[in-house]
């Protein structure tokens, strides 16, 4: 119906108004035309981004580092935890202590943390200056 009223409207409006009708009437389809291939690319672009966002939670990239993260996170917070209340000199004090990490992975640890967090870091710089 959309159709036969522009043509209908252009017929009727073109015997009184003349060139001038046809060239806005064009005008407007052309914009129309204009939006329709703005919406593709905007639908394009999200339709790229979930397929992203799949690949990723599909992958091994984001829960990945979790192995590491968490039992490092759960002894680094408890070492802090019990640093401000449970040590001999503090609020409550207690007679056991929170085991230092052995030795190679107390280094290990700091160099995962660093990389984890550093190659985010890395990321959203490279990103920020791509922009």
Not at 5 to 25: N, Q, Y
Not at 68 to 78: D, I, K, M, N
């Amino acid at each position: 119906m959309g159709v036969w009223l522009m043509w209908f409207l252009k017929t009727v409006l073109g015997w009184f108004v003349g060139p001038t009708l046809d060239r806005v009437l064009d005008t407007v389809d052309s914009s129309i035309d204009n939006e329709t291939e703005r919406q593709r690319i905007r639908a394009d672009t999200i339709q790229t981004w979930v397929h992203a966002q799949a690949s990723i939670a599909n992958s091994r990239q984001w829960w990945f580092p979790l192995f590491f993260l968490v039992p490092l996170g759960l002894w680094f917070s408890s070492v802090c935890i019990y640093s401000m209340l449970w040590c001999a000199n503090c609020a409550f004090p207690q007679t056991w202590t929170i085991a230092a990490l052995p030795p190679p992975l107390d280094e290990w640890s700091g160099w995962i943390v660093t990389s984890v967090v550093g190659l985010g870091a890395i990321t959203k710089v490279t990103g920020a200056i791509k922009r």
